[in-house]
């Protein structure tokens, strides 16, 4: 079972960017403590994946999911999804800055937007120390939805093209508005007034 939800959502994430996937392994866990174990840090109950640098994911197993975790069984194929799109944007991308775009970009792939979170400012969510006071996985996919509706898909791998793996939030900001053509700080103040 395991495997064809791992087919599929290679599938959806080939799909979304029209490009193969690269190879990547997967490892399957069934306890919490193997999870501390790869983060090396207590893990709070949302947390059921992880992908590493070697285009490696960990991931609870489907059958112990909801056991080990705040996620219904359902969630495990969405969450399956973004952590390929994790590997797909780091390999192709070298992606990790701005965290908001990282997330919301997996979150779009993985049609995981749709169901949550709500309009949050995204602005102070760029770097690890900014992202980790403020979490806002829900907010960031639905902000790139935003963008993808307004300006298509294809600029928003534009963007990608163009941002560098540790890219600067001022830097940043310049390659936005060259890219879509408005300000990042006003669009996402428009954005949030929607």
Same mark, same amino acid.
């Given at each position: 079972?395991?495997?064809?939800?791992?087919?599929?959502?290679?599938?959806?994430?080939?799909?979304? /960017?029209?490009?193969?996937?690269?190879?990547?392994?997967?490892?399957?866990?069934?306890?919490?403590?193997?999870?501390?174990?790869?983060?090396?840090?207590?893990?709070?109950?949302?947390?059921?994946? !992880?992908?590493?640098?070697?285009?490696?994911?960990?991931? /609870?197993?489907?059958?112990?999911?909801?056991?080990?975790?705040?996620?219904?069984?359902?969630? %495990?194929?969405?969450?399956?999804?973004?952590?390929?799109?994790?590997?797909?944007?780091?390999?192709? %991308?070298?992606?990790?800055?701005?965290?908001?775009?990282?997330?919301?970009?997996?979150?779009?792939?993985?049609?995981?937007?749709?169901?949550?979170?709500?309009?949050?400012?995204?602005?102070?969510?760029?770097?690890?120390?900014?992202?980790?006071?403020?979490?806002?996985?829900?907010?960031?996919?639905? %902000?790139?939805?935003?963008?993808?509706? !307004?300006?298509?898909?294809?600029?928003?791998?534009?963007?990608?093209?163009?941002?560098?793996?540790?890219?600067?939030?001022?830097?940043?900001?310049?390659?936005?508005?060259?890219? /879509?053509?408005?300000? %990042?700080?006003?669009?996402?103040?428009?954005?949030?007034?929607?």
């Amino acid at each position: 079972m395991e495997e064809e939800l791992i087919e599929k959502a290679s599938k959806q994430v080939s799909s979304f /960017f029209n490009d193969e996937v690269p190879e990547f392994k997967i490892s399957f866990l069934k306890t919490r403590e193997e999870m501390d174990k790869i983060w090396k840090r207590p893990t709070p109950a949302w947390v059921v994946a !992880k992908t590493g640098n070697d285009n490696d994911i960990s991931i /609870f197993e489907e059958d112990v999911f909801e056991r080990v975790s705040h996620h219904p069984k359902e969630d %495990f194929p969405k969450v399956l999804a973004h952590e390929i799109t994790h590997i797909y944007t780091k390999s192709k %991308f070298n992606l990790t800055f701005p965290m908001w775009l990282n997330e919301g970009i997996a979150y779009v792939v993985a049609d995981q937007d749709k169901k949550t979170g709500e309009k949050k400012d995204i602005r102070q969510a760029h770097t690890f120390e900014e992202w980790n006071k403020n979490p806002v996985y829900g907010a960031s996919g639905k %902000f790139v939805r935003y963008l993808i509706e !307004k300006f298509g898909k294809e600029k928003l791998i534009d963007l990608l093209k163009e941002i560098k793996e540790n890219e600067k939030k001022e830097t940043f900001k310049a390659k936005f508005k060259q890219t /879509f053509g408005e300000d %990042f700080d006003s669009l996402v103040g428009s954005w949030l007034n929607l």
